[in-house]
């Protein structure tokens, strides 16, 4: 077990790399199942999240090498059992992922119901109605069976616009005999990612990046080399920071197209940018002021589908209106746990008013000071390192394993620009 021990009030300055896009990742290492052929993966990230789907991968039957830090090649021609073991299935959510791919390629899945982070119910029956009307069945006695004799492309209208739900879809349409058109589908750039490779497989996908997919089956894919996208995720987090702790940062290796879903909640904030090429940069200095609605009302930040502001960085932005001046609305639509750690923000000597469990009106500035801090999840324990490294004194957060799972070599990042952190053993 580790903690990280903390110093703050120092501001942050430098450069970094973008990561490779965990969320893209993930379905893409289950999407190597679709074919016996060997397929390359270029800038994944190095992070746990990504080991365990590997090791599913190996557990399987696929020959899995780390060609370097963040290349891996897989081929999946010896793959012979479709269950996957119980241990793996639980320690992240990721494990339903390898459902659609399973189902293409063995007709059959076996998995026990997926772990992952816990912030409120996070529902699952999406991928069953889309797996079902694709043909497969499902039964669920302690663990997850889905089989299927043929998969037959389908009509099919998504009840809620579920990222992963798409994903398993998709990569259960793309071997489906026939066509199928998905509605109310995900957009999110990991979902163009996962879409993108399998093209490069051989797939017919049209209507990538709306809320139409299109998929015309075919019989088999073949071998790929596939680069993941940047994680625009992992910016919205350094932004975040290097505004709370009043510093500067350049984050090289973006998406520009990425970004315009964050800059407008974040400008809600006073926090700018300047973009050049692929590179972004957070000037110091500015004034975080909080820009109201027309009239003096206060503003909202709140998440929804892509491409509206992604609800993995509410938890950021929380953080960085204790800092700013003036008052603000996060309101985190999806789900209802997620918010509940600004009880540890309060301690902290924030001025949050938690109104329910999905909106929390934030009053800045607070002068934050250290405290210890346990990590509910990954985007709540980023939060709540920012908010240490914006405090005056020590801080200490423990179950740090929750937020290494998201993001690469953390604490080296942050040394790199200058925090004051450091990894212990307890």
């Known amino acids: 077990m580790h903690e990280y021990v903390i110093e703050g009030g120092f501001p942050i300055k430098g450069t970094i790399t973008t990561c490779g ?75 339903i992922l390898f459902a659609g791919p399973l189902l293409a390629r063995m007709g059959k899945a076996v998995m026990m119901p997926p772990g992952g982070d816990v912030i409120g119910r996070r529902r699952l029956d999406t991928h069953f109605l889309a797996l079902t009307e694709l043909g497969a069945r499902v039964d669920i006695d302690g663990k997850f069976i889905f089989s299927a004799n043929k998969l037959v492309g389908e009509d099919l209208f998504l009840d809620e616009t579920s990222v992963t739900a798409t994903e398993n879809a998709l990569m259960a349409a793309v071997l489906a005999e026939g066509k199928t058109t998905i509605t109310n589908a995900a957009s999110e750039p990991h979902v163009q990612d996962l879409c993108n490779m399998l093209n490069a497989m ?48 350049r984050i090289e290796k973006i998406k520009p197209e990425d970004m315009r879903p964050l800059r407008i909640a974040f400008s809600k904030l006073g926090i700018r940018w300047t973009i050049d090429g692929d590179a972004l940069e957070v000037a110091q200095g500015q004034e975080l002021k909080v820009n109201t609605d027309l009239g003096g009302q206060i503003p909202k930040i709140d998440d929804m589908p892509w491409p509206g502001f992604p609800p993995d960085l509410t938890s950021i932005m929380t953080v960085v209106a204790t800092q700013v001046d003036g008052n603000v609305l996060i309101f985190e639509k999806m789900f209802e746990s997620r918010m509940f750690f600004v009880d540890k923000l309060i301690s902290m000597g924030a001025r949050i008013t938690l109104c329910d469990p999905h909106r929390a009106l934030v009053s800045g500035p607070s002068d934050l000071h250290g405290d210890h801090l346990v990590s509910p999840d990954v985007r709540a324990g980023m939060a709540m390192v920012i908010a240490a490294l914006a405090a005056h004194g020590e801080s200490r957060i423990s179950n740090v394993y929750q937020i290494e799972r998201g993001y690469e070599n953390l604490v080296e990042r942050l040394q790199s620009l200058g925090a004051h952190i450091k990894r212990v053993e307890v």
């Open 21 to 95: 896009n965990k969320n893209s990742a993930l379905p893409c290492i289950a999407a190597t199942l679709l074919t016996d052929e060997t397929v390359t993966l270029k800038n994944i990230p190095a992070i746990e999240d990504c080991g365990v789907m590997f090791k599913v991968l190996e557990s399987l039957g696929a020959d899995v090498k780390r060609l370097d830090e963040h290349t891996w090649e897989v081929c999946c021609a010896n793959v012979k059992t479709a269950e996957i073991p119980a241990d793996m299935s639980k320690k992240i959510r990721a494990s």
């Open 202 to 249: 051989g797939a017919k996908i049209t209507g990538i990046g709306s809320n139409i997919l299109y998929i015309e089956g075919v019989k088999k894919l073949h071998a790929c080399e596939f680069e993941i996208g940047p994680d625009y995720m992992e910016i919205g987090s350094y932004i975040g920071l290097a505004a709370a702790t009043k510093g500067s940062i």
